[in-house]
DNA sequence: CCGAATGATTGATTTCGGTTAAGAAATCAC
DNA sequence: GTGATTTCTTAACCGAAATCAATCATTCGG
């Protein structure tokens, strides 16, 4: 499983046999059946998280009301910069949409990492600069646009996302509710 | 003026005498009337922006309106991430709602000043690290609430931006009509 | 100081998402 | 396979923001 995540960060900057074994001598993987938890909102955050298969959503509670942030997929990385670098309890909640199989290593880890192999304080880099610019590009997505044209984005953008994920969040997602976006589909649909 | 750009970062990392020359070498000034430009669409940004007074907004033109993005006064950095990584041209227009004086430095000198002083190579993390942060601060401010919710807010949060930012360019951040800021401020002045 | 431009408010109307409630369709568990 | 749960759709009504248009207030340039 460690196999892909290498993969991945070779692609950011190319390891030697001993980084490679560095690194994976603090991973350590982790199976999440469908609706466990991965996180929950006053946890503090101190790993990083791979996903090797499966899928995962992070939320946010307001209100009593959940509101979808993001969906993670094989491949993709995540962790809650806030409180992995703070230290403080995390606002998120992320949840297995169905069963994962996962890659972790821990902060402590990963800076112990650093110091001992350079090379991936840069790959740290321009995974928080790849970060900082997909969230800027979400953040266009969701401030700039009615929620059709969000909905229409998002179709073209992630087509495989309504494949696994129910609609009710997506909808959440898009910031509306379940109803609506049932609406726009059938305004759509008649167009 | 370069002055009070140091001393900013030396709150980050403390810096010695050397690398505070060094810095100072690779600074410019320049001085924005109201209304001129620092920086439009199709420009490729090449510089980071240190307002050291004045203030200037940032938008993007979207089917001919323009959304505000961001406000910036004196102390604050700007540059088009996004642009300055890559290279590519931006999509950020930034002009000065007052006069301003800036203080500013090249990508191309910053890159040589992180060989010879390693110690701005951790300003440079933990400037972008920040950059995440507010951005995801700004995100949460801008998607979960309404638009009344999110006005009352940003009064509590920056009651300095409205002595100086005409109500309409508010009203465009916070992602409405001025019409309707008018409303919304009727409305809680009533009640 | 005055006219012009800029910015803020108000009103009438329309549009669209939220709310509530009901029922249909799909999926799950046994 | 059947009943139960979960998910999706539809409808009626409501409220808030958009739109269009006019007017009022403020600021700016000469």
Redesign the pocket.
Known sequence: MTDRLLQQLNTIASLTETEEQAFVAITTTRRLR?KEWLMRQGDICRMVTFIYSGSLRLFHTVDG?EKTIQFFFENALYTDYLSFLTGQPTLENVQALEDCALVQFSRTDLEQLYQQHPVFERIGRISAERAFLSLSARNTLLTNQ???VRYQQLIRARPDLFQR???????SFL?????????????M?TR
Do not use: D, M, N, T
């Open positions: 469908k009301e009615s929620p059709e994920v129910p609609q009710y969040h997506i909808a910031g509306i509710k379940p109803e609506s976006l049932s609406r726009i589909r059938k305004r649909a």
